[in-house]
């Protein structure tokens, strides 16, 4: 009787044991399936607004941008996380396009820009200390990066009060390049929102030198 109740009582032990084990391993599993979703393949979408925009003109005088430019980007990307220390590295392929109308002293013209740039994010992980300092602050990463590449640059309905000038149409491929810095805050291991300052600076074209702008973006991204 002793025997069989004894018998009874390991079985009961083992029985939680091994359910505690079941438990344990759905969490470990699920834990691994967040960390894969969170710094996986990543695509996003971003809108913003040039702040300045200038460039020397070959003829003399500068063009600029006096409401801001829109800017359109959609990026796709893979990010990696380090397991030593807190950081996020991230590599994308990003298109922008960015419309705009720059004047000078007697010259004016409509631009419209498409670029490609490769580029390289490195950002501040935080996610790994969310038992201390909770879920919401643990999902904020603030990140810098650069990159580059090249595009195509349009510029159409040039005119001029100055007679002595001839309006000037451009249709170009040139290099650019670019830096940024921004903070990102993810939810739900997969969905993020992002707001990021950005400085373009692009190849010198035919009749235009020195061409540069800065900006900023918010926008979207997901990882899967």
Partial sequence: MRTTLLLSALLSVSSVFAAELGLKSLGDAAEGQSAKRKYGPYVGVSVGETMSQSGSLRGGGTLEDQDGAAIFSIEVGKSWKWKKLPIMTSLDVEGTFMSTTLTG???????NSLFFNLNGTIGLDLYRYRARIGKFAAGFRPYIGGGFGGGQVWFRNAS??????TPFTIDEFINSWNWYAGVEWTWKDQY????????FHFGDLEDLRGYSADGYLVGFRYRY
């Fill in 192 to 199: 993020s929102i992002f707001a990021e300052y950005r400085d």
């Fill in 105 to 111: 002293k007697a010259v004016e013209a409509d631009m």
């Fill in 160 to 165: 001029s009060t100055d007679p002595t000038q």
